[in-house]
């Protein structure tokens, strides 16, 4: 683990080369305007991809980038995100080849990880018909991927929190994104939602 600690050394001491004062302003207060929910997965590293520095991004991972309304800790992370930091957009970033999207289109065993995968059943079972057309098993995975970030985007628009701010005319953007990791780029899913929609019901527009 020395190596960890040498690297971070390092990397510290770069940063305050070009710029003695970065996380001595950084210490004083964040100001992402971005947040970003992306899965787990070690290839998909939210700041990196982007190339963004510390202090940009608020960030949340789980496996398969899902987004469930009794999750308190997804829920605690997006309130505050949006509540007190304010970010103006809400990056979805789901990844081509996820393994939790393939682990949930098996019919397997695997344990404790199927409770959390049972929300992708879910939404393999509501397009299966489309999904299951595709010739191969890796473009089945990879349209279940999109589908995926579409579906929790969405369920980022219906939370009472999204729902609040809409509702009283702040600016906040959701968005759907995918990135590849066979070549590190990234696609825009082009979901790109800033207000209450009748898709968002039963929250009731007044
Ligand atoms: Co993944």
Redo the contacts with the bound molecule.
């Keep these: 683990m020395d190596d960890l600690f040498e690297k971070n050394r390092k990397w510290a001491e770069r940063i305050k080369e070009s710029d003695p004062d970065f996380f001595l302003n950084l210490s004083k207060r964040q100001n992402p305007e971005y947040l970003w929910v992306g899965?787990?997965?070690s290839r998909?590293p939210a700041n990196e991809i982007v190339d963004m520095p510390p202090g940009t991004m608020f960030v949340h991972r789980n496996?398969?980038?899902v987004v469930v309304h009794t999750d308190l800790n997804c829920m605690s992370v997006i309130q505050y995100a949006v509540e007190v930091l304010k970010v103006k957009h809400i990056i979805v970033c789901?990844?081509y080849g996820?393994?939790?999207?393939q682990t949930a289109m098996e019919n397997k065993e695997h344990g404790l990880i199927d409770n959390w995968l049972g929300n992708i059943k879910d939404l393999y079972r509501c397009h299966r018909t489309r999904i299951d057309a595709l010739q191969s098993e890796k473009e089945r995975i990879n349209l279940l991927c999109e589908l995926n970030v579409l579906e929790q985007a969405t369920n980022i628009c219906r939370t009472t929190i999204v729902q609040s701010v809409w509702k009283s005319g702040e600016e906040l953007a959701v968005h759907g994104w995918i990135y590849n990791i066979e070549d590190g780029t990234l696609k825009d899913l082009n979901m790109r939602r800033e207000r209450l929609s009748a898709c968002d019901a039963p929250v009731r527009q007044d």
Excluded at 98 to 101: K, L, Y
Aim: charged share 10%; net charge negative; with cysteine.
């Design positions: 899965c787990s997965d998909v496996i398969a980038n789901g990844h996820c393994g939790g999207i």
